[in-house]
């Protein structure tokens, strides 16, 4: 055997460590990574964007419990990222490309480094898989240099390698705070536990159901923990969401951070005299915002939940005596009936809600949530907050979106992903009751401009045979668009091309129903144009079952002179320690949502 080359070093390295899959975009000298790797029987996705196959890596680790590997950290998902750079030898001489990528990246990563030699590949990947894994997990960067990828070692064959690690050690909480615990827990008058996309990462979902299920309590899940505990599911709170916040007086937070999305713990969102217990794998988070330090457990969720469990007893809260209980109920059932009469309006072009409910009832005709047979993917400021009340699933890591940082562009990454994980044959995740080997259909649900960011990846899609159905709700702009008629936006445009001050396309404007659907036709998909509720059901049948990547350009209500407004961040003043304090003798419910 000749001398390895510094690229096969690489790829033995990720294959010993079981890596099946890469996701990332070739240059010089990276392709010989990449085809090593395939030489192995890894496989290789290739991208047509650097951004999307870095959101496809970290999403395939948060799918399967294992690190993505790719050419995150806000979302806590492992991921592995690989780069080339510039040789070794013209650093800081202005080489091609050269940058400093272990400084720039060391603030947002767990683990930057720089293999120093060809001998140091195996342990310097390993090193930088196991830390992007071990703990929160991460990322972990390895910057290759040129010289290192195309160098050669002879006699080293048998003794650069590495091996499978195993999985995170996981950790548990001290029997006397769990005790405590449970007296809260068992005393409160509105307690409450909210469900975060930690527990689903942690696979945590067989012990929280029973906790529920055991002890009757309420639940509220984040928009990515849905589905650890059914949606479905009587207890889930989701529909009374601010009627929950205000009343809780005790709250168990499972893998979820009391950052924006919980509105940090604090009135009025929340009641002020709320006491949030948290169960969090990061030591950091414990005590933050409005968590109590002295309450909260580091540990895994589904040890730490197991363990709590005994203490907890044949002990159940009593929802038919409790006002809380009560108030919940009916706010389940006000909001429930404003989202039905929204969903049933007629009106063309549709609403953003009629149009997500009308593909909603469409999937669940030909696949049930129960059956756990659709991964969702959502993005778009008001298509990922109105189709998270809409479409409901049964099981956990069946539904992604934009996540801790709301960024828009992950949602074609995330869904490449998806099908790598669930319907590949080297696919990694499990979700639900679904038979071994029997697929997923992965669907999105893209805003106009959401998907604008990564669209090209309907060619990936295509390329690899991703039978990826894709409903963009096209409004012809960011929240809004500018007009109601084509012949109303060309006369903005004309304004805006003469440069005219006034009657010119705001800085929120797109084109004017543009024809998406023509992208996935081009790449040898197909594409339907929808604009009431049957063209929608039809397109929906149809795309499902056709076998290949699909677009579905969803026309809807342009909004125009509508509000900008994100609804999970509307504002709210915040009160001061006084404001609370005066409210918690009152008995403390917090102001309205």
Same mark, same amino acid.
């Given at each position: ?39 192995? $029987?890894?496989?290789?996705? /290739? %991208?047509?964007?650097?951004? =999307?196959?870095?959101?496809?890596? !970290? &999403?395939? *680790? ?72 071990? $703990?929160?997990?991460?990322? /972990? %960067?390895?910057?290759?240099? =040129?010289?290192?990828?195309?160098? !050669? &070692?002879? *006699? ?83 529909? =009374? ?353």
């Amino acid at each position: 055997m000749g001398p390895l080359t510094g690229a096969q070093i690489i790829a033995r390295s990720l294959r010993d460590l079981g890596v099946t899959v890469l996701f990332g975009i070739v240059g010089i000298p990276v392709v010989e990574i990449a085809e090593e790797a395939i030489n192995l $029987g890894i496989r290789f996705i /290739g %991208f047509r964007n650097e951004q =999307a196959a870095g959101y496809a890596a !970290s &999403a395939y *680790g948060y799918l399967t419990g294992r690190p993505g590997v790719g050419n995150s950290s806000a979302n806590a998902f492992p991921l592995l990222l690989l780069a080339g750079s510039s040789e070794s030898h013209l650093v800081s001489k202005g080489a091609f490309q050269e940058l400093d990528a272990v400084s720039l990246l060391a603030p947002h990563s767990k683990l930057a480094i720089r293999p120093p030699s060809l001998e140091t590949i195996p342990d310097t990947i390993r090193n930088a898989y196991r830390v992007s894994w071990y $703990g929160r997990p991460g990322t /972990g %960067f390895v910057d290759l240099p =040129a010289d290192i990828i195309q160098g !050669s &070692a002879m *006699g080293v064959e048998n003794t650069l390698s590495t091996s499978l690690l195993p999985h995170p050690p996981k950790s548990g909480a001290e029997e006397t705070k769990l005790f405590k615990i449970a007296q809260m827990i068992k005393t409160a008058k509105a307690p409450l536990v909210v469900v975060g996309k930690g527990a689903a990462y942690a696979g945590a979902e067989s012990v929280l159901r029973d906790l529920i299920d055991r002890t009757r309590l309420p639940f509220l899940p984040t928009p990515m923990g849905k589905g650890v505990i059914s949606d479905l599911h009587p207890l889930n709170a989701a529909s =009374a969401r601010s009627t929950a916040l205000q009343e809780a007086d005790v709250v168990l937070v499972c893998g979820a951070r009391l950052n924006w999305i919980l509105h940090f713990g604090e009135a009025p969102k929340w009641n002020p005299s709320a006491q949030f217990i948290q169960v969090d794998i990061a030591a950091e988070e414990m005590g933050r915002n409005a968590g109590d330090p002295f309450l909260s457990i580091t540990g895994d969720v589904g040890v730490v939940v197991a363990q709590l469990l005994p203490h907890l007893g044949n002990w159940h809260y009593d929802t038919e005596v409790s006002s809380y209980s009560t108030h919940l109920a009916a706010a389940k059932a006000q909001n429930i009936k404003k989202i039905d009469e929204k969903s049933v309006l007629k009106s063309v072009p549709l609403t953003h809600n009629a149009a997500l409910s009308t593909i909603e009832r469409a999937l669940h005709a030909l696949s049930p949530p129960d059956e756990g047979g659709i991964v969702y993917v959502s993005e778009g400021a008001n298509t990922m907050d109105i189709s998270r009340s809409i479409f409901s699933v049964s099981y956990p890591r069946l539904r992604l979106d934009a996540g801790t940082h709301a960024t828009m562009g992950v949602g074609l990454g995330y869904a490449i992903a998806a099908y790598a994980a669930y319907n590949s044959s080297f696919g990694e995740a499990a979700s639900g009751p679904r038979d071994a080997g029997k697929r997923r259909k992965i669907v999105c649900l893209e805003g106009d401009s959401a998907f604008g960011f990564s669209a090209m990846e309907v060619e990936t899609m295509a390329r690899y045979g991703m039978d990826i159905l894709i409903f963009v709700l096209n409004n012809g702009g960011v929240y809004h668009g500018d007009a109601n008629e084509k012949h109303e936006w060309e006369a903005l445009a004309k304004n805006t091309r003469d440069g005219k001050g006034d009657g010119v396309l705001r800085s929120t404007s797109l084109g004017f129903e543009t024809r998406y659907e023509k992208l996935s036709e081009m790449c040898g998909g197909v594409g339907f144009v929808a604009r009431t509720h049957e063209e929608i059901e039809e397109a929906t049948r149809e795309g499902f079952s056709s076998g290949k990547v699909c677009v579905v350009n969803v026309i809807v209500d342009k909004g125009k002179g509508g509000k900008l407004e994100f609804g999970w961040q509307a504002s709210s003043t915040k009160q001061t320690k006084g404001e609370a304090a005066l409210e918690k003798e009152k008995g403390g419910r917090g102001a309205k949502l």
